[in-house]
């Protein structure tokens, strides 16, 4: 083989095996970044202390803090405020709470009303959007006893992820109708003061 033969084949393998390479370093970092793969975390301490739910002492040399617990507990723990949170902005249908939504309406209602100068024509255009309200996605289908089932699957982190972005959400409208409802309050208020003065002045 001649020396020209000889380095185009040698540029020929080493295009391949740069290829292969940037492949295979795209392979492992994607697996590297999977953030749905479960990965082992070291939690063993040193001269544990509790401190309620959480444990004071020494891990590799360094005093640390450490809140400890299992994801279906905080999974728990986090819809629970969402839930509640919706309930607070939106209120609850099943023990016919009106929430910061409900009550901010009837004090809508009450300032137009003809009691205190209005024309009792409630103009209301925001409508309730429940952020929780999401249609799970059912696969159909039996099962490995071969019964026919439901089931209905999301990634743990997706899932954890949804419901702080509803968390965040639903603090922001809860500022907002607190604000609506205080600026409300007041109107009604004003009024009521004027109508009664108004009264006594006759």
Known sequence: ???????????KYSTILSVLVAALSV????????KHKAKEIETEMDKGQKLGEETVGVKDGNM??????EMNEALRRLQNEVYELEDRVY??????SKGLYGALKDCKAEAV??????????RWTEPVDRVTEKEDEWNIGYD???????????????????????????????DEYEDKLEVCDAEVKAKKEKTASDSSDE
């Open 1 to 11: 083989m001649s020396l020209f033969n000889k380095e185009k084949t040698m540029k």
């Open 27 to 34: 392979i492992f970092m994607g697996c590297a970044t999977n």
């Open 64 to 69: 640390v803090i450490q809140k400890k617990l």
């Open 91 to 96: 209120g609850n249908r099943k023990y016919g």
């Open 113 to 122: 009303s003809r009691a205190l100068g209005g024309d009792g024509k409630l």
């Open 144 to 174: 490995e006893k071969d019964k026919l089932v439901a089931v209905s699957e999301e990634f743990l982190v997706d899932r954890i992820e949804r419901f702080k972005k509803y968390r965040q959400t639903l603090m922001k409208r809860q």
